[in-house]
């Protein structure tokens, strides 16, 4: 017996494009990762991907969740020449109907899903109180941030760009980190400490504060040189746990996410054991007068590896509902 598919879902980053069909029962199958760069357009990518799953059968619907904000069901990527438009798509692959979302709003869709292997505890096993806002948020080229509201009709995600908020520090260190970054680019977001590029800013930020001469080149030097014992690529991957930690709980605050914190994005599953271990939970809790409040909110790691296609076939579903 052949399988039924109900739709598209794609995650769409920078680096890569990610395609899977859902099945009738809502399953992930066939899925297949293109190199974003190989490529002249996103409609170029699906167009290989239903070639070959498809040959040339129809889907109904399509969910592509984006690396970036969808305005008027368009976005246009950073550091790729791609303009992607509901639009286009829907013409070109005669779907019945085309959702672009953001894809730090999917994962968020995805996070009342999650459990089992694909969540790993970080801090004491809270259980989150029902129908209250959800929070996920995580490093890679950027710092996502996107939020769940949550009610007995329904749950709706909230795309923000939240890592463009300004960066707080927390003690004297870290006021020396915020003036060396000030120098560099003025204002100092969130994201220009918690991404790729900003581990690695910080470990020459360190280096510096230590009076050392930094040695190593790139992020990925950093995490290996950490595993290897050195000190200050140690210290630089401990600072960013704990501002991690920190930022956490000021967003657990904003969007009042007694439903629970979700960490995700490329960076933080590499840096699994120290989170769990380190200050992240400390910080996150260390909220003065609201310390009681963070205090009762889970926080988890997201261990599954496509959180985003999770959330893109459980709107793919919505849509089907409408």
């Known amino acids: 017996m052949k399988l039924q598919y109900t739709g598209l879902v794609g995650d769409v980053g920078g680096t890569n494009a990610r395609l899977a069909l859902i099945d009738a029962e809502g399953r992930v199958r066939n899925l297949h990762i293109y190199p974003s760069h190989n490529y002249a357009s996103l409609n170029d990518v699906i167009a290989d991907y239903l070639e070959r799953t498809l040959g040339r059968k129809r889907l109904p619907r399509a969910v592509i969740a984006v690396a970036g904000p969808v305005l008027d069901g368009e976005m246009e990527f950073t550091n790729l020449d791609w303009q992607v438009s509901e639009g286009d798509i829907l013409a070109q692959f005669e779907f019945e109907a085309v959702r672009l979302i953001n894809d730090f709003a999917a994962q968020a869709l995805a996070c009342p899903l ?34 769940l509201a949550r009610s007995e009709r329904g749950d709706v995600e909230v795309s923000t760009e939240g890592g463009h908020a300004a960066f707080a520090p927390s003690d004297d260190v870290e006021i020396e980190i915020w003036s060396k970054f000030r120098e560099r680019y ?22 510096g504060l230590k009076q050392q001469v930094p040695t190593l080149k790139n992020e990925k030097e950093v995490h290996d040189a950490a595993g290897k014992g050195d000190a200050l690529a140690n210290d630089t991957l401990d600072r960013f746990c704990a501002i991690l930690g920190s930022v956490a709980g000021d967003l657990a605050l904003s969007f009042g996410a007694r439903g629970g914190v979700f960490v995700s994005g490329g960076i933080a599953p590499r840096m699994a054991d120290r989170l769990a271990s380190g200050a992240f939970r400390s910080r996150f809790e260390d909220k003065g007068r609201l310390s009681d ?30």
Do not use: C, D, K, W
């Open 114 to 147: 999650l459990n089992g292997e694909a969540l790993r505890p970080l801090g004491p096993p809270l259980r989150s109180a029902p129908n209250e806002p959800m929070l996920v948020m995580g490093a890679g080229t950027g710092f996502g941030v996107a939020g």
């Open 293 to 322: 409040y963070v205090a009762q909110i889970p926080t988890s790691l997201v261990t599954h590896p496509y959180p985003a296609l999770i959330g893109a076939a459980r709107e793919l579903a919505m849509m089907e509902r409408l």
């Open 186 to 207: 003025g204002r100092v977001s969130i994201e220009r400490i918690l991404s790729g590029r900003g581990l690695f800013e910080l470990y020459e930020i360190l280096a």
